[in-house]
């Protein structure tokens, strides 16, 4: 069985302006072990998903549906009780900012010893070991004398390591990792990819990766979803998406890529921006994009259908044949400049 | 074919002081040090470095938004490095800037026809008629729609914030164009768009941009010379197929290893040179080349002692390193193909 499992998870918000769908029924699962990448663009649902999942959401103005089962637990509706004792032990959450979710004024040694007290029985000595072999764990240089310090004396990379060191403190079975490179320099993001890359080896955790970033999807992801205005619009393994993508959108990504290794004179770009999620357009939410657009997409959802295998889920009215062929064009086109 | 903007010998030094009523000096942040480069005309330098090696500093000092400590900057041949503010008033037009922040470039109380007209106003060009005129026909000229003329910034999405940013930039036919990570902030769909703008607007006004940015992908793809910075100082020089196809700084190798590749087989096959810890601070960098204590090649009692100049080591190319990339060397001197910038003027 899948350690999570999520079936068609649905999130509203009450907003002053109406409510906001911000996710419409996601599902997919992970195992032990694998890395999922969910990509999108601002707006697409893939971090109110994953806060879903982890129960972060304010419930004052969220309203949650469907099902997320971690391990035989259900996670929607359950109450803080049972929520305090799998966060942060067994699923933890890294965020993409660290200058912020990192407290300014407490030590990092006191934050890193707060993770385990708050969820295991030990003394503070035990604590401060446990937070000394975190820091090493992450290749934090001299561990032992950085625990007093603060984090404003932390380098960007150096923080998001901290980060790192406090999700995996407790030794979680998953971790989300909500952007955990964007706000970082490349070279710092390579160091961060890797170490994350090895803590996987080491401790067999499942890891979901929310990025905007393909490339980031295409070097840590077995798996990917491709999310557009709260719905998931592919979802297939990363070689199948990457080299057969089937909906549009996805072709629009890759398209729009610059890309090292290529030489193009025009981007490919999608027009027009993401919908709003307050009032989402009718039938298929990418149509009023989609240079694709058929008299069937203004008017009904296309449903979440196998393409090739029945890994690969795709939502698109158009016919395979057309897929295929435009799949090909596209991918072959940025593979053919890059040769 | 004539260059537009020359920088001799660029520095940049902020001063650290203490002291609140008798302040002295105790050191410098050395942000930008010692630089050197050209801008031809209609050209693209595209700027690449990561967070702390003085890429904003340096744009800033070239459109005078800094004093710059030493050196001289001559745009479009006329020294501009000291001349007064007075002096720099009808120079200011000809440069003008694109800023990161869409959503804190612009003035969230003032309509979009007022933001895209005051570099007409302060100018003095045109009666408010012709600057209305101006104005719809420049949002129509970035893809907006000349009647969102009334609205307000809040109104626009990312994307089309940075469409309004580049209108205003345009408004007062600048030679040069300075712009400062014009698409991070973006989503990539959207960057997409703002980077087939800035090309085809380029095309159509015969433009000189000077593209800053952290991320190598886009510097590539719309530059036609890449000079990378580290710690303040240019590393390397190239034309952009060049410097990508043949780094020559073993930090250019490390950089472009960085770089996630979207394409899942490239990225199992190439092996990422990961570079340890962190950007030295600026104010003590390291003696010698700056990049030694990071640099897989680093040879001791040579790269810590002595720093590298920038010289010439290909025509065309300038690289500043005692031991650069194995793979640069191997390769024979190449053909020069025409210059790549020959056919823009």
Known sequence: MALLEVENLRTQFRTDDGVVQAVDGVSFAIERGKTLGIVGESGSGKSVTCLTVMGLNDPRNTMSEGSAVFDGIELIGAGKDRLNKLRGVRMAMIFQDPMTSLNPVKTIGWQLEEAVLAHRDATRKEARANAVEALRDVAIPRAEQRLGDYPHQFSGGMRQRVMIAMALINDPDLIIADEPTTALDVTTQAQILALMNRLQEEHGMAIIMITHDLGVVAEVAEDVIVMYGGQVVEQAPVDELFYRPRHPYTWGLLGSLPRLNAEVERLVQIPGQPPSLLRPPKGCRFHPRCTYAMDICRNELPPLEAASGPAHLQRCWLDDETKKREAARIVGAVHEVAS | ?345
């Open chain 2, 1 to 345: 074919m004539s260059d537009l903007l020359v920088v001799e010998n660029l520095k940049k030094y902020f001063p650290i002081t203490r002291g609140i009523v008798f302040q002295k000096q105790v050191g410098a942040v050395q942000a930008v040090d010692d630089v050197s480069f050209t801008v031809k005309r209609g050209e693209t330098l595209g700027i690449v470095g990561e967070s702390g090696c003085g890429k904003s500093t340096l744009a800033r000092c070239l459109l005078r938004l800094l004093d710059p400590t030493s050196g001289r900057i001559i745009f479009d041949d006329r020294d501009i490095t000291t001349i007064s503010r007075r002096e720099m008033r009808p120079i200011r037009r000809e440069m003008m800037m694109v800023f990161q922040d869409p959503y804190a470039s612009l003035n969230a109380r003032k309509r979009v026809g007022f933001i895209v007209a005051e570099p007409l106003e302060v100018n003095n060009m045109g009666t408010p008629a012709e600057r209305k005129r101006r104005v719809q026909e420049l949002l129509e000229v970035v893809g907006l729609n000349p009647e969102h003329y009334n609205r307000f910034p809040h109104e626009f999405s990312g994307g089309q914030r940075q469409r309004i940013g580049v209108a205003r930039a345009l408004a007062v036919n600048p030679k040069l164009i300075v712009c400062d990570e014009p698409v991070s902030a973006l989503d990539v769909s959207v960057q997409a768009q703002i980077l087939n703008l800035l090309k085809d607007l380029q095309r159509e006004f015969g433009l000189t941009y000077v593209f800053i940015a952290h991320d190598l992908n886009v510097v590539r793809h719309i530059s036609n010379r890449v000079m990378v910075m580290y710690l303040g100082k240019i590393v390397e020089e190239a034309s952009d197929s060049d410097l990508y196809r043949l780094p020559y700084h073993p930090y250019t190798g490390a950089l472009l290893s960085a770089v996630p590749v979207p394409d899942p087989e490239l990225g199992r096959q190439r092996k990422a040179i990961v570079l340890e810890g962190d950007v030295p601070n600026p104010i003590n960098p390291p003696a010698g080349c700056r990049f030694h204590p990071r640099c897989p090649n680093a040879i001791e009692g040579t790269c810590d002692v002595i720093e590298p100049p920038l010289v010439e080591v290909r025509p065309g190319r300038r690289g500043a390193c005692h031991n650069p990339l194995q793979s640069f060397v191997e390769a024979p001197a190449p053909q020069r193909e025409s210059d790549p910038t020959a056919a823009l003027g």
